[in-house]
């Protein structure tokens, strides 16, 4: 779940960790109830800092989707089926972000990248 | 107390070719602090200096509260070090060696120590003289970390080791730090290991110190900017400084910025430049980038 995180990347290791647990959530790989690992265990396994799972874990807290009970470790909530289908719109978003970011670097107009889109969604080919 | 180590003004000249000069160097408490440097820039003589190994010529050093060297044995009951070169006896066994080290530190955790044998893999019995380097150098963070340190100070302490060594002896320190919230200060040419955990970067050259910032400020404030038609641009009056700038093919460029802000892509609006990207530099592109500034600045 926590491979190729990318500490180069502008985005923040924190929200990289957030981002993966909220897409487990989206897609019933975590379910309510599963736990999550400590911050010793993350922090030690993925070689960061701990400051960086605490961050990640309240972000996750203060969306609703995990429950931090004191002395016992972090939880998954229950996430309705509403929040999880917002959750997918998302990831979606966050992929388009990326593509549009990517395309203006490569000095493309949103017109060809729309059409690109729409011919990859219309079965591609020549 | 809020700072973990603190250099004021430290001189120490090693040889009539090579000083430390008027360093100065501040280490919050709990603070994970990644020392960065070319070889030979002085990196493992300052950890002498902090450590009382070398007698400074003028400045001042304070380990955990404790004055260097007045009050050094109570900076060293509660600081773990990992030296750059193995300072253990080649004769003895890690048993020996073990029981050796634990003398002298009261809190010392046997408990995790001999999970961590196994965990690393070291046999009691073996004598240290026939170790690989990979298994010093997890002895070595086993006796620095078992001592529970408020303060580690770690010269290159995963340097040269295979990646697996390197993951093993890293997480043992990472696992610490969550669970003690000691401050750690590690030098090391393995940037991309201190991208990962470090939230603190101090860089030396030459014997002086480059910068000392937060690693949230070293990396929204150093960018790769890549621009299209700006051959004509002169940054002179730019909000930003411009530490290098190279054309690519045709007509894009890429500038390295220093303390970017978001709104500055305002100066960039004016008639046929266009602003492909702004990313992050990444804390070893930064580095190389920084130390290239110093000494054009210097020379």
Request: charged share 25%; aromatic share 6%.
């Given at each position: 779940?926590f491979?190729?995180?990318d500490?180069?990347?502008?985005?923040?290791?924190?929200?990289?960790i957030?981002?993966?647990?909220?897409?487990?959530?989206?897609?019933?790989?975590?379910?309510?109830?599963?736990?999550?690992?400590?911050v010793?265990?993350?922090?030690?396994?993925?070689?960061?800092?701990p400051a960086?799972?605490v961050?990640?874990?309240r972000?996750?807290?203060e969306?609703?989707f995990?429950?931090?009970?004191q002395?016992?470790?972090?939880?998954?909530?229950?996430?309705?089926?509403?929040?999880?289908?917002?959750?997918?719109?998302?990831?979606a978003?966050?992929?388009?972000?990326?593509?549009?970011?990517?395309?203006?670097?490569?000095?493309?107009?949103?017109?060809?990248?729309?059409?690109?889109i729409?011919?990859?969604?219309?079965?591609?080919?020549? | 107390?809020?700072?973990a180590?603190e250099?004021?003004g430290?001189?120490?000249?090693?040889?009539?070719?090579?000083?430390i000069?008027?360093?100065?160097?501040?280490?919050?408490?709990?603070?994970?602090?990644?020392?960065?440097?070319p070889?030979?820039?002085?990196?493992?003589?300052?950890?002498?200096?902090?450590?009382?190994?070398?007698?400074?010529?003028?400045?001042?050093v304070?380990?955990?509260?404790?004055a260097?060297?007045?009050?050094?044995?109570?900076?060293?009951?509660r600081?773990g070090?990992i030296?750059?070169?193995?300072h253990?006896?080649?004769?003895?066994?890690i048993?020996?060696?073990?029981?050796?080290h634990?003398?002298?530190?009261?809190?010392?955790?046997?408990?995790?120590?001999?999970?961590?044998?196994?965990?690393?893999?070291?046999?009691?019995?073996?004598?240290?003289?026939?170790?690989?380097?990979?298994?010093?150098?997890?002895?070595?963070m086993?006796?620095?970390?078992?001592?529970?340190?408020?303060?580690?100070v770690?010269?290159?302490?995963?340097?040269?080791?295979?990646?697996?060594?390197?993951?093993?002896v890293l997480?043992?320190?990472?696992?610490?730090?969550?669970?003690?919230?000691?401050?750690?200060?590690?030098?090391?040419h393995l940037?991309?290991?201190?991208e990962?955990?470090?939230d603190?970067?101090?860089?030396?050259?030459?014997?002086?110190l480059?910068?000392?910032?937060?690693?949230?400020?070293f990396?929204?404030g150093?960018?790769?900017?890549?621009?299209?038609?700006a051959?004509?641009l002169?940054?002179l009056?730019a909000?930003?400084?411009?530490?290098?700038?190279?054309?690519?093919?045709?007509a894009?460029?890429?500038?390295?910025?220093r303390?970017?802000?978001?709104?500055?892509?305002?100066?960039?609006?004016?008639?046929g430049?266009?602003?492909?990207?702004?990313?992050?530099?990444?804390?070893?592109?930064?580095?190389?980038?920084l130390?290239?500034?110093?000494?054009?600045?210097e020379?």
């Amino acid at each position: 779940m926590f491979g190729n995180l990318d500490p180069k990347s502008a985005v923040p290791l924190y929200e990289q960790i957030a981002v993966r647990l909220k897409a487990a959530v989206a897609t019933g790989e975590l379910r309510a109830g599963d736990s999550l690992p400590s911050v010793r265990q993350l922090a030690g396994k993925l070689r960061i800092n701990p400051a960086t799972v605490v961050q990640a874990y309240r972000g996750l807290e203060e969306q609703g989707f995990v429950e931090l009970r004191q002395g016992a470790g972090t939880f998954v909530r229950s996430v309705g089926s509403e929040t999880r289908s917002r959750e997918r719109v998302a990831q979606a978003r966050r992929l388009a972000r990326q593509m549009l970011a990517d395309a203006a670097r490569f000095g493309l107009s949103r017109q060809e990248l729309r059409e690109a889109i729409r011919h990859e969604l219309d079965g591609g080919g020549a | 107390m809020s700072t973990a180590i603190e250099v004021k003004g430290l001189h120490y000249r090693a040889s009539p070719e090579f000083a430390i000069e008027d360093l100065t160097l501040t280490v919050p408490a709990g603070a994970l602090y990644g020392f960065l440097g070319p070889n030979g820039c002085g990196k493992t003589t300052t950890i002498r200096l902090l450590l009382g190994l070398l007698r400074r010529d003028a400045g001042r050093v304070r380990l955990l509260g404790h004055a260097v060297p007045e009050e050094l044995p109570a900076a060293l009951a509660r600081t773990g070090v990992i030296p750059d070169r193995p300072h253990l006896h080649r004769y003895l066994t890690i048993a020996e060696s073990l029981a050796f080290h634990r003398a002298f530190y009261p809190e010392w955790d046997a408990g995790w120590a001999s999970e961590l044998l196994g965990e690393f893999r070291l046999l009691p019995h073996q004598r240290l003289a026939r170790l690989s380097k990979g298994e010093q150098a997890k002895l070595m963070m086993l006796l620095a970390l078992c001592q529970r340190p408020e303060l580690l100070v770690l010269d290159e302490p995963m340097d040269g080791l295979d990646p697996v060594v390197r993951r093993d002896v890293l997480s043992a320190l990472l696992d610490y730090v969550s669970s003690r919230g000691a401050t750690v200060f590690v030098s090391s040419h393995l940037v991309h290991e201190l991208e990962r955990f470090c939230d603190w970067i101090g860089v030396m050259d030459r014997g002086r110190l480059v910068v000392e910032l937060p690693m949230g400020d070293f990396r929204s404030g150093n960018k790769r900017i890549r621009l299209a038609g700006a051959a004509a641009l002169e940054p002179l009056e730019a909000p930003f400084t411009l530490l290098a700038r190279e054309r690519d093919a045709g007509a894009v460029e890429t500038w390295v910025v220093r303390g970017w802000r978001p709104e500055m892509t305002g100066w960039f609006e004016r008639d046929g430049v266009a602003l492909r990207e702004v990313v992050d530099l990444d804390l070893e592109d930064g580095f190389v980038e920084l130390l290239r500034a110093f000494r054009a600045r210097e020379s």
